[in-house]
């Protein structure tokens, strides 16, 4: 039970896929009206369970919205039984034409004496508001009047939980087709969809939680099968992965050993800030090659780790790698270059990317990259690369591919097809992708980590996952996604403690290890 419900928790389908899958529950024999009582019957008993946690939603009176559809149907059978418990129901029904079976639930809902309205002047007082007006596969702009509504209903102080998807939001980009119900709490039935892992998206989802009502995995791989696969990146399946083992009898180079090349005069913090993050991963030997002049600075905060002083130029920057006698790049498990560099580093990416070894590139290694044309000069790499750009430099590197902010998820894959590359897209939904087109996301996340300085966090902590991995023979796309949700719940739990704007990022390194106990 405990497994099956794990990998239902993972899957993210589109519009279509989610079609296929009830096409195949229905084709099988479950019938259309039996499975619409089943999941209506689990959201009835859902909402008071929400009602009676949350001392501020205990009012009786429940406004229910219903569109022509079967969301609008799945409304009307959860009215139903509202009703039955006792709660004081109405119903607002503004379409003329329904599918037959929500025809007939509206019927009946009107032979129990629940009122129902048809014009938004017409709804009376509410404690909350359930919406079904439009669920799966929305794709045409919403007119006036139901526009008009949508507007007014939004603007009342009242809770609204959204049944599958708010109203208004397509079901893959998340994007508002003409105006959208702003959810407080959104039920999404079945299988979580893209939409919730679209950035534009979030301001309208509330809290989200997923309704399983039992569909068969069979019929979920049937569907899938041929297709890239987006997970959700969950908790049991980073925690199957970290600790990373160590065996009894081991030593600190076998528990890999990171270069990190970073930092500059201007930004002597970056390089700090990724040196704390790499420790937080556990990694048996951290080397840091910086300016000559950071050094000093960095042996103070670092003392664990192996600084490496380059000559530097003018401007501070590193000039070229002066790596201890007998040492080169191949020499290390894993290279992580960028927060700090400046654009003065030039030399410094076009070096390391000829390199054979895992390459982790970020901040002013990916503005450089970008100079130096990202997909013809990373296609030429022999080893792995990965790239962990925010939007503004993802636009830079791959200029031709899909819109990050329209769609994140098409974005992502399509670079990472391109450069061939593991691509990391940072955002309040982070999304991976392969060059198999396989996608995973972060499912949640938290504003504190919009500060300066979080990503160099991130970078250090994934390159040290990465040499270690490299000794363990793990796949490089699932210690990148540990290390983004690692990181995520480490801000989770800072900005629980500290409040979002206490979460600076030398106070997220403090909380990477919490975040794991």
């Not at 995995?217 to 049937?222: C, K, M, P, R």
């Not at 600790?243 to 050993?257: F, M, Q, S």
């Not at 600075?297 to 920057?317: D, F, K, M, N, R």
């Not at 999304?431 to 979080?454: D, F, K, Y």
């Amino acid at each position: 039970m405990q497994d099956r419900q794990e990998q239902i928790s993972q899957v993210v389908v589109t519009a279509r896929q989610m079609h296929d899958v009830e096409k195949r529950i229905f084709a099988a024999g479950m019938p259309v009206v039996a499975l619409m009582e089943k999941v209506a019957g689990l959201i009835a008993r859902r909402i008071p369970e929400i009602l009676s946690n949350t001392p501020l939603l205990r009012g009786s009176r429940v406004g229910i919205l219903v569109g022509p559809g079967h969301n609008g149907g799945d409304a009307l059978v959860v009215a139903r039984e509202l009703h039955f418990r006792g709660y004081e129901v109405w119903i607002y029904s503004p379409f003329s034409q329904l599918k037959e079976l929500t025809s007939q639930h509206l019927q009946y809902a009107q032979s129990l004496g629940i009122p129902i309205y048809q014009t938004i002047e017409q709804l009376p007082d509410s404690d909350l508001l359930i919406d079904g007006l439009f669920g799966l596969g929305l794709e045409r702009n919403l007119t006036d009047p139901i526009a008009s509504a949508i507007n007014q209903l939004n603007e009342l102080s009242v809770p609204i939980y959204s049944i599958d998807l708010p109203s208004g939001l397509h079901t893959d980009t998340g994007e508002v087709v003409g105006t959208a119900i702003r959810a407080t709490h959104t039920f999404c039935l079945g299988l979580w969809k893209l939409a919730f892992f679209q950035d534009q998206a979030l301001e309208y989802l509330g809290k989200a939680e997923l309704i399983d009502f039992d569909i068969p995995l069979a019929d979920v791989e049937a569907v899938l099968k041929d297709a890239p696969k987006i997970k959700r990146i969950t908790s049991a399946t980073v925690l199957a992965t970290l600790p990373l083992p160590r065996p009894a009898v081991t030593h600190k180079y076998k528990e890999g050993h990171l270069l990190l090349i970073c930092g500059s005069q201007r930004y002597a913090g970056g390089a700090i800030l990724t040196g704390l993050g790499a420790r937080a991963s556990g990694v048996g030997m951290l080397s840091i090659a910086v300016p000559e002049s950071l050094k000093s600075l960095l042996v103070s905060h670092l003392p664990e780790a192996l600084i490496v002083g380059c000559p530097e130029t003018e401007s501070g920057a590193i000039d070229h790698l002066q790596l201890p006698e007998n040492t080169d790049l191949s020499s290390f498990n894993a290279i992580a270059c960028g927060p700090g560099l400046t654009r003065d580093a030039t030399p410094i990416v076009q070096e390391v990317i000829k390199s054979e070894r895992p390459l982790l590139l970020d901040a002013d290694g990916l503005n450089i990259l970008a100079q130096m044309g990202a997909i013809a000069t990373l296609k030429k790499r022999q080893a792995v690369t990965i790239l962990t750009p925010h939007t503004g430099e993802f636009e830079r590197l791959f200029p031709d591919v899909a819109d990050a902010k329209h769609d994140r998820v098409k974005a992502v894959q399509e670079a990472a097809a391109q450069s061939e590359a593991v691509v990391l897209l940072k955002g309040a939904r982070t999304a991976i992708a392969n060059l198999q087109g396989h996608v995973w996301i972060v499912p949640e996340s938290t504003p504190a980590l919009a500060r300066g300085g979080s990503g160099d966090v991130l970078t250090g902590l994934l390159g040290g996952l990465l040499a270690q991995a490299a000794t363990k023979r793990i796949l490089v796309e699932d210690i990148v996604a540990t290390a983004a949700w690692w990181h995520s719940q480490a801000g989770i739990l800072a900005a629980q403690e500290r409040t979002e704007l206490g979460v600076d990022a030398f106070t997220l390194t403090q909380y990477l290890m919490k975040a794991l106990t």
